[in-house]
């Protein structure tokens, strides 16, 4: 167990039903959400690159699989944009200035399987243009290291078992909406956008 809590609610905006410890809601098939920070660097609209972080050995979850830049479930008494700021602190000892804002891109969501359970997820995604002198320093221990990648790399790496599954999609959502995946390199672009937008609200109507 966590000793964390998961409120639940078949809608974002609505007063949670009832609570339930984070590491149960997998086996009770119940909604989980979250919070992905994208942090890149930009030198021109063509030349972008990623920051993806290494998580630990010792996390419970996915240890030592690569990793959104900053990523967190949704807790009890916190809103998004606190669990943003939270995590970014954190997992990257990243404590935001005026020069930086945290642009809100919307949401991904999907049904994934594993061995803990089922997790219908919805991940609110930002992106956090960061200077190129910027280099993070995990502060929680839940992360062992950072690495800066380019597009052509981190289309590379969600391919291999190396990536962590759920993070995937967010990782997806970013190479397209920063125009770096598209229709003419990946024809089945629109299979993609359904399969990380799923639904997931129709389950539990």
Not at 12 to 28: C, G, I, M, N
Not at 60 to 73: A, E, I, M, R
Request: hydrophobic fraction near 35%.
């Amino acid at each position: 167990w966590r000793n964390e809590c998961y409120e639940i609610r078949t809608k974002f905006s609505q007063t949670p039903f009832f609570k339930v410890e984070r590491s149960a809601t997998p086996l009770l098939g119940l909604p989980q959400y979250g919070v992905h920070i994208n942090g890149y660097v930009a030198k021109s609209d063509t030349d972008k690159a990623l920051w993806i972080q290494r998580r630990s050995k010792t996390k419970q979850t996915y240890p030592n699989k690569l990793d959104s830049f900053v990523g967190g479930g949704h807790s009890e008494g916190l809103g998004i944009l606190e669990t943003a700021v939270k995590e970014l602190e954190e997992e990257a000892g990243l404590v935001l200035t005026d020069d930086m804002r945290l642009q809100p891109c919307g949401s991904v969501s999907f049904l994934h399987m594993s061995d803990r359970g089922l997790h219908p997820q919805t991940e609110f995604v930002f992106d956090l243009k960061l200077p190129e002198s910027f280099k993070p320093a995990n502060k929680d221990g839940e992360v062992d290291d950072f690495v800066l990648v380019t597009p052509k790399e981190l289309l590379e790496l969600v391919l291999t078992e190396d990536y962590k599954t759920t993070s995937v999609p967010i990782a997806l959502d970013w190479l397209i909406r920063h125009g770096e995946l598209t229709v003419q390199s990946h024809p089945d672009i629109s299979h993609t956008l359904a399969e990380i937008h799923k639904p997931l609200h129709n389950l539990y109507l």
